[in-house]
């Protein structure tokens, strides 16, 4: 529909921006940069159509363009905690922390409420070598957002650098209850044995161990399935088709499972199986519901009448 609306109009900023935000959400972000360039081409004044471009070129791993687009945002509306937010984190992510946390500084007091900002700036003064200050903020991000177990795990961390051995705990303990694959929180936990007891930091121990024996389940399965595809490049179909099947049983229910029922069932398909094709990008789409190819494939699919 956008893009119709751009055939009729072709310099409607709207229906430019609009199309490159759906792009990138459609993680087409080479496309959205050049839909944002068009729609910054009609208003370069725009501090919007500026932070709009700087955010695709982020997704996109240009950093120096971004941080380039999002400058300008900043120079054009110097009171958009947007603005302020992105340039900080731009310059966080290139490792210039004092002027990131100047930035994320600015972003906080235009708006004081917006805890991204206080996270990155938490970090920031971490690296920096202020854990009291680090601490600080991540008291008003785990208040502003309760459900943030990164927050509680990096309060935690700099708890136990001011040597707060109790509270710390109890932090890794609220990060666990919230995401219970916490890896970094299960592991301190283990060993926390003077604040938590042996008993209970026994019960963490074994926890961060089945932890880590499932990643290694999700790595083979995916090594399996690297091999797998490389079979089908080769066009060696039944030996791709083993290789996936053996990823598919050794995963179980580990977090590649999607993926792997997707790639098989788009082998199929490329392959002239229709039917086993359809059957495994159904599985996947239990997993994946908005995946796109699995929907594109799915629909040709029906269109085709196959399948059956």
Known sequence: ELRNAIRISPNHSGALTALGMVLTRLAKSQDAILTFRKALALDPNSAEA??????????HFNLEGALAEF??????????????????????????????????????????DQSAALYLLALAEKQLNRPERSAELLRK?????????????LLGQNLA??????????????AVEINPNHGEALYNLSRSVNQIGPAEARQYRERFAALQEKRQITERADTLGNFALASASARDWEQAYAQ?????????????????HKNLGLIYCRNGDLKSGKRELRIALKFKP???????????IEEMGEGK
């Open 161 to 174: 650098r001011l040597e707060k051995p109790s509270e710390a705990a109890a932090h890794w303990k609220r």
């Open 244 to 260: 996936f099947e053996e990823a598919i049983r050794v995963c179980g229910d580990c977090r590649s499972r999607g993926d792997l």
């Open 290 to 300: 908005n995946d796109p190819d699995v929907l594109k494939s799915l629909r040709i």
């Open 141 to 153: 991000v785990v208040a502003l957002d309760p459900g943030s177990s990164d927050a509680h795990y």
């Open 71 to 112: 400058s300008e945002a900043v120079r054009l509306a110097p009171d958009s905690a947007a603005a302020r937010y992105n340039r900080g984190r731009s310059l966080f992510d290139l490792r210039r922390n004092e002027e990131a946390k100047a930035e994320l500084e600015a972003a906080v007091r235009l708006a004081p």
């Open 50 to 59: 500026h932070l709009n471009l700087g955010i695709a070129l982020a997704d």
